[in-house]
């Protein structure tokens, strides 16, 4: 059985040729040898980057990306054998995906990003992760979003594309963090005390590591206490970070109270606004005028009285035309 193809014009894509059985067999023979080498490279590919940087969305993806291009490669050398000109084929494709592309931008931009994380490797699978303010523990990267399980349990999906602009903060790329308290004790505590009460506390915590070391340091005067600031260090890991802080507050309670060094808190005066007094000025109001440096104070300049006297005379009454010195 014979088909006949129009004869190409400027706007046919087909070749002015006769078309036989075994011209379709051998290009459904090209596209299914195509299909099934894709499969085969990509299951491949896939097993030789799981096992070199770890099974995840990368090797899925890219194992994908290297099947979808032997299949394009092979349904263009099916359309060839069949008498299909590809070039402008290849045209209307690509202006067709120039329309899809732009219709499904945000889906573009969630995908490109994923490729991004990929390759950047900011995060991987089973770190704990701070995403704009989003806490989670990162379970998958797909095309599309970032999973996250939440620190309650929840399941959070971020677009990759919020990710990928955003702050990343990996709170778990690293075995250990450094944390803060703040503790605040009263005006008339002796300071050294304080300190060496602190020190001491932190030693009973021993969760907070020692290498490195911790440390007290004085932040400044503050509205009602004189403030210090513990800075220790702990296993990354949200639960660990919590665990000492728990055992660290309660260590620092103890240690001050051991010490009767009292642990400042705001107090707030109650005043009913009546006094039976007369008042700091007792009721007399004067002029206000108080001295101002480099207003009221200025330097005193000593001048010299102007003396006057009639010309061709001296101060002592002499005529200097008649005065035999002269």
């Not at 300190?195 to 007290?216: F, K």
């Not at 639960?239 to 009292?262: C, F, K, N, W």
């Not at 808190?265 to 007369?278: I, K, L």
Request: proline share 6%; no cysteine.
């Amino acid at each position: 059985m014979r088909h006949w193809l129009p004869t190409q014009t400027d706007g046919n894509v087909l070749t002015d040729e006769s078309l036989t059985g075994g011209d379709w067999l051998q290009a459904g023979a090209i596209l299914v040898g195509a299909i099934v080498l894709a499969a085969v490279a990509s299951r491949l590919l896939r097993r030789v980057i799981a096992h070199g940087i770890g099974h995840g969305f990368a090797a899925i993806l890219t194992a994908r990306l290297m099947g979808y291009a032997i299949v394009l490669v092979g349904l263009f050398y099916s359309l060839t054998s069949l008498g299909v000109r590809v070039g402008p084929l290849l045209g209307a494709l690509g202006l067709g995906g120039l329309v899809v592309a732009l219709a499904l931008q945000p889906v573009v931009e969630n995908f490109v990003g994923s490729v991004i994380l990929q390759s950047r490797r900011p995060f991987t699978i089973g770190d704990t992760v701070d995403l704009g303010g989003t806490v989670g523990v990162v379970a998958d990267i797909d095309a599309r979003t970032t999973l996250l399980t939440g620190l309650d349990g929840t399941q959070i999906r971020v677009p990759n594309a919020n990710v990928v602009s955003t702050t990343i903060i990996n709170l778990t790329r690293s075995p250990i963090r450094r944390s803060s308290l703040a503790v605040g004790v009263a005006y008339d505590t002796d300071l050294q005390a304080a300190a060496e009460a602190l020190g001491e506390a932190i030693t009973r915590a021993p969760r907070v590591l020692r290498d490195p070391p911790p440390s007290v340091n004085l932040d400044g005067f503050g509205d009602s206490s004189i403030g210090f600031t513990i800075l220790y260090w702990h296993d990354s890991d949200v639960p660990s970070e919590l665990a000492t802080r728990h055992d660290l507050v309660i260590a620092v309670h103890q240690g001050l109270a051991s010490h009767d060094i009292t642990i400042a808190f705001p107090q707030v005066v109650v005043w009913s606004g009546e006094s039976d007094d007369a008042g700091p000025y007792e009721r007399r109001l004067d002029q206000v005028h108080n001295p101002y440096p480099g207003l009221d104070e200025r330097p005193t300049v000593r001048r010299r009285r102007p003396q006057w006297r009639r010309s061709g005379r001296r101060s002592d009454g002499t005529d200097p035309a008649t005065d035999p010195a002269d």
